[in-house]
């Protein structure tokens, strides 16, 4: 499976088969975020054969059933750590998928469980992200359309587009897709550029949102045909 194929094929799962990760798969996914911890100045840690995080009321309200593994999304305090989270979250999201695993971000219905994670000082813990085999695949959420969420036109060039179609199949909280991309063309000096914005959300979750559909936008436009303003 591709990437672009795993974004497709993504759905969020919350229910799951009691079935450890294979330890094959396992350690890709720790080799992986060991690596984007470095990138991204994280602290993501993949917690295997603990039920207890998502067994407590609120989990249950949320419909989890058998997750027994989940990464937990944490960093040092920062004005950006949000934005981060997502964005390299999301990239462990879709490795996940193509290694045949599904997922579920999490910002709230996970109970803490002292003792299975580390945190250093100053760093705190945004979200969990459920991971294993999926009782099932899923169904696609409802998506708004291009025009809504970005500033795409018969003028803007294709890829664009194509980077707007990939955010839109992003996870975000509550499926509030609160996000808008306006692409800015070259000038003289300066490369094509796209600009992504959040809009307010009484929610909140936006930040980390922002970062999921970035991670999707460069993969669906290709990173090599703009730059970020
Ligand atoms: C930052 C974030 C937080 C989320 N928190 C929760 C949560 O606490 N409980 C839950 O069941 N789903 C949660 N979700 C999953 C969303 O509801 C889901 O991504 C959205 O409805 C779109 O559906 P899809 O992921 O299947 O495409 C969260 C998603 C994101 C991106």
């Known amino acids: 499976m591709t990437v672009q194929e795993a974004i497709k094929a993504r759905h969020s799962i919350r229910a799951y088969k009691e079935q450890p990760l294979e330890e094959a798969v396992a350690k890709v996914l720790i ?10 100045k994280l602290h993501m840690q993949l917690i295997q054969n603990e039920p207890k995080a998502f067994q ?7 419909s989890f059933r058998n997750v027994t593994s989940y990464i937990v999304m944490a960093g040092a305090k920062a004005d950006d750590l949000d934005e981060r989270i997502g964005y390299y979250g999301e990239q462990l999201v ?15 219905s996970y109970s803490k469980v002292p003792g299975t994670y580390v945190l250093e000082e100053s760093e705190v813990i945004k979200a969990y ?3 294993g085999y999926g009782d099932s695949q899923g169904r696609a959420h409802k998506i708004k359309t291009v025009e809504q969420v970005s500033n795409a036109s018969d003028s803007t060039p294709s890829w664009f587009r194509k980077g707007v179609e990939a955010a839109l199949l992003a996870p975000t909280a509550v499926n509030q897709q609160k996000f808008f991309f306006e692409y800015l063309p070259a000038t003289d000096d300066k490369p094509a550029r796209v600009l992504a914005k959040r809009n307010f959300s009484i929610i909140g979750f936006t930040q980390m949102d922002l970062g999921i ?3 999707h936008f460069e993969i669906g436009a290709g990173k090599d045909n703009f730059v970020w303003a």
């Open 56 to 62: 407590g009321k609120l989990a249950k309200y949320g």
């Open 31 to 40: 080799d992986k975020i060991a690596e984007l911890n470095q990138e991204g």
């Open 94 to 108: 879709l490795l996940a998928q193509m290694l045949g695993l599904n997922t579920c971000w999490v910002g709230l």
């Open 129 to 131: 992200i459920s991971i």
């Open 213 to 215: 559909v970035k991670c």
